[in-house]
């Protein structure tokens, strides 16, 4: 039913101009449209990332968003830190300086301004 179907992830801010200038100048992914001022789409990849105005911003605790970045990592790891991005480390699982490492995969995770938490990983 749904298979045949593109989706596209969403996430909830409080703070429309905040999250415009995070997702797109410091991810840097291109604001594709914007609908009433309320609502931004942005292209990431072959998909969309909607991210719109809302009092439940940041109330979610687990993962909003997952990029699959290959061996880039690293790479896109440091210019994030360098622009200002602080990643979350979790002491249960083994790191190397900001990337969680499990044999292969290679994993970050980072909050947007609202605290919706963000995540980067290898595969």
């Known amino acids: 039913m749904l298979g045949n179907h593109s989706s596209s992830a969403i996430v909830a801010v409080s703070d429309i101009d905040r999250a415009r200038t995070f997702y797109r100048d410091t991810l840097g992914l291109e604001l594709e449209s914007e609908f ?32 699959g970045v290959g061996d880039d990592v690293e790479a896109i790891v440091a210019t994030l830190k360098a622009k200002g991005v602080v990643f979350e480390h979790y002491p249960e699982m083994d790191r190397t300086g900001d990337i969680h490492v499990s044999g292969e995969m290679k994993t970050v995770w980072f909050k947007d301004p609202d605290g919706n938490i963000l995540h980067l990983n290898n595969m």
């Open 36 to 67: 009433m001022g309320h609502v931004l789409t942005f292209r990431t990849g072959r998909t969309k990332l909607n991210v719109y105005r809302s009092d439940a911003a940041g109330t979610n605790r687990a993962n909003a968003v997952v990029w």
